[in-house]
């Protein structure tokens, strides 16, 4: 699964808008992944760690959790990203 985020917008924004932006991600997923990472537009691709718990993650500046319960769920966390990048993050089997 690849999901990528374009990160751009027309002028100045909006007034108010943040510098960066927190990116989470929930995406439903029956198995556990083998790994999850992310890069940015024109960067290196970079593994996410991966937390124990929901807990954990919560504690980390980013990677991902696989929850089993309700189907399967892969929790991802991204460190604040400047509010005009691009990214993409992949989950592999």
């Not at 100045?12 to 790994?35: F, I, S, T």
């Amino acid at each position: 699964i690849k999901v990528s985020a374009a990160g751009c917008f027309e002028g100045k924004g909006y007034d108010g808008m943040p510098a960066e932006r927190n990116y989470r991600l929930a995406v439903h997923a029956a198995d556990k992944p083998a790994a999850v990472s992310w890069k940015l537009d024109g960067g290196t691709v970079e593994a996410l760690r991966e937390a124990a718990e929901a807990k954990a993650l919560e504690s980390l500046d980013e990677g991902w959790y696989f929850e089993p319960g309700r189907g399967g769920i892969v929790h991802v966390k991204l460190k604040p990203q400047d509010a005009r990048a691009a990214f993409s993050v992949e989950i592999r089997k």
